[in-house]
């Protein structure tokens, strides 16, 4: 039974490590493409990695397994879409596939009917990943300063004593990461992380940097707060 679990754990690492070079090798091919280019190969991928995280791992990669309709700019159509906040891949459903939208259409907005979120693909140039380019949530609009929140999920494998505990349980999990911050400038399709600190954050913004800091005291704004943000940077583009 142990040796079985580690099998499906490595097995599961392997499927969220192939999708994800998948998915960077398939954007480079075909730029031009709202979907990747082997289309077949992606929708059992995405069959088979659905299939072995339900089987033996807790938790799941999305926020919403639900998929959600969606209007997708500049196409302007509805689909039927779910944020994979461990891939950092949009899921779109064609006819009875699932399938990752190509992150490479930077100009792709996708806001949902519902909830009305709004995710833009944008580049973190600072990212330690290959792929530069993920989806954010969009949370303030500006033509100097747009705010963006970045939701994410880790898969991480569960440590067991060697022994006793439950060996039939899971072998890993999805876990819930802070969400972090981010701002775009002068919409430029790049953005930069929103540092913790309020010093930092004022030196974001530079030539601003008195304003910013009266404004962040005399509303107590707090710099890891989405409200607080919002606020902040609906002001700086006020000045």
């Known amino acids: 039974m142990k040796s079985s679990i580690k099998q499906l754990t490595a097995l599961c690492v392997f499927i969220l490590i192939?999708?994800?070079?998948?998915?960077?090798?398939?954007?480079?091919?075909?730029?031009?493409?709202?979907?990747?280019?082997?289309?077949?190969?992606?929708?059992?991928?995405?069959?088979?990695?659905?299939?072995?995280?339900?089987?033996?791992?807790?938790?799941?990669?999305?926020?919403?397994?639900?998929?959600?309709?969606?209007?997708?700019?500049?196409?302007?159509?509805?689909?039927?879409?779910?944020?994979?906040?461990?891939?950092d891949d949009m899921e779109v459903i064609q006819s009875t596939d699932t399938l990752i939208m190509n992150k490479n259409n930077k100009n792709y907005v996708i806001k949902e009917s519902r909830s009305g979120v709004t995710y833009k693909i944008?580049?973190?140039?600072?990212?330690?990943?290959?792929?530069?380019?993920?989806?954010?949530?969009?949370?303030?609009?500006?033509?100097?300063?747009?705010?963006?929140?970045?939701?994410r999920k880790k898969f991480v494998e569960v440590k067991r004593a060697a022994y006793g505990g439950n060996l039939g349980g899971s072998s890993a999990k999805f876990k819930k990461q802070k969400s972090e911050f981010y701002v775009e400038l002068n919409a430029s399709g790049d953005v930069m992380k929103l540092p913790r600190k309020k010093k930092s954050v004022i030196k974001a913004f530079p030539g601003k940097e008195d304003a910013v800091k009266k404004f962040i005291k005399q509303n107590k704004i707090k710099v890891s707060k989405e409200k607080d943000l919002i606020k902040l940077i609906n002001y700086v583009n006020s000045l």
Not at 32 to 47: G, I, P
Not at 134 to 145: M, S, W
Request: aromatic share 12%.
């Open 18 to 87: 192939s999708a994800t070079g998948f998915s960077q090798s398939a954007r480079q091919a075909v730029q031009a493409s709202m979907f990747h280019s082997d289309l077949t190969l992606q929708a059992q991928m995405q069959k088979n990695f659905a299939a072995i995280y339900k089987a033996n791992v807790e938790g799941t990669p999305y926020y919403d397994e639900s998929f959600n309709s969606a209007k997708i700019t500049p196409l302007n159509k509805v689909y039927l879409i779910r944020y994979n906040a461990a891939l």
């Open 122 to 151: 944008l580049e973190y140039a600072d990212s330690k990943k290959d792929d530069k380019l993920g989806y954010y949530v969009q949370l303030t609009e500006g033509t100097n300063v747009a705010l963006y929140r970045k939701d």
